[in-house]
């Protein structure tokens, strides 16, 4: 059972930073890219930054400002991807969700946790 949990949200001002994590519990050799995407209220939901076998991406609204890492545990069945988010901006302002693709005995499938809250606001 594969189960995301993200964490670090929260309020913060302009020019700011923030941490965002994403506990992943099941097998991790079942899965491959991670991601983190975020959804403004009234705007769909976008991709922000994703991690794949240690190759990294970013979308152009946050290149530069973010950073994401994964760090696998030894045993292989829970890891932490993290979104280190710098220089906050007003429109950083949304809902942000970890997801997971599956790969190997998951493939074809994709785990999404509930979202934790960043809000950019003087």
């Known amino acids: 059972q594969v189960q995301l949990v993200e964490s670090g949200g929260g309020l913060v001002q302009p020019g700011g930073s923030l941490r965002l994590s994403c506990e992943v519990s099941?097998?991790?050799?079942?899965?491959?890219?991670m991601g983190w995407h975020r959804q403004a209220p009234g705007k769909e939901r976008e991709l922000v930054a994703s991690?794949?076998?240690?190759?990294?991406?970013?979308?152009?609204s946050v290149l530069g400002r973010f950073t994401i890492s994964r760090d696998i545990a030894s045993d292989g069945a829970r890891s932490f991807v993290y979104l280190e988010m710098r220089n906050l901006k007003p429109e950083d302002t949304a809902l942000y969700y970890c997801s997971a693709q599956g790969v190997r005995l998951l493939r074809g499938r994709e785990f999404w946790g509930q979202g934790t809250q960043v809000t950019v606001s003087s």
């Open positions: 099941g097998r991790q050799l079942n899965l491959g890219t």
């Open positions: 991690i794949t076998d240690g190759f990294t991406r970013y979308s152009d």
